[in-house]
């Protein structure tokens, strides 16, 4: 359906930011709700944030007061504000695409999904 490409990660030091990226190849309905989540080896993916066409966002427990989650409709991108980054954030960052506008967490919500890029946070 929907193409998803992610950039903006790398290797920084602990409370450092960075900003993540996620660009979709078209505007179409399965770009409605797009979610972050990442996931560190040996873990199940862990929901982060979600937004939806009109703006509303959601927050997991993970991201709440550090990450910001926001759209750029005319460029079909949402981007992951990540501010005072710690060690435990280290995790490969997905972007996530679904068609209906409910702010999902669950990682089987979502159909459509890119590559991933890569957070790593050193002490």
């Known amino acids: 359906q929907v193409q998803l490409l992610e950039s903006g990660g790398g290797l920084v030091q602990a409370g450092a930011s960075l900003r993540l990226s996620c660009v979709a190849s078209?505007?179409?309905?399965?770009?409605?709700?797009v979610a972050w989540f990442r996931q560190a080896p040996g873990l199940e993916r862990e929901f982060v944030a979600a937004?939806?066409?009109?703006?509303?966002?959601y927050y997991g427990d993970s991201a709440k007061r550090r990450f910001t989650i926001s759209r750029d409709n005319a460029k079909n991108t949402v981007f992951l504000q990540m501010i005072n980054l710690k060690p435990e954030d280290t995790a490969l960052y997905y972007c996530?695409?679904?068609?209906?506008?409910?702010?999902?967490?669950?990682?089987?919500?979502?159909?459509?999904w890119g590559q991933g890029t890569q957070v790593t946070v050193s002490s």
């Open positions: 996530a695409a679904r068609v209906t506008s409910d702010l999902i967490q669950y990682t089987d919500g979502y159909a459509d």
């Open positions: 078209a505007r179409t309905s399965s770009f409605n709700t």
């Open positions: 937004i939806n066409w009109e703006l509303n966002t």
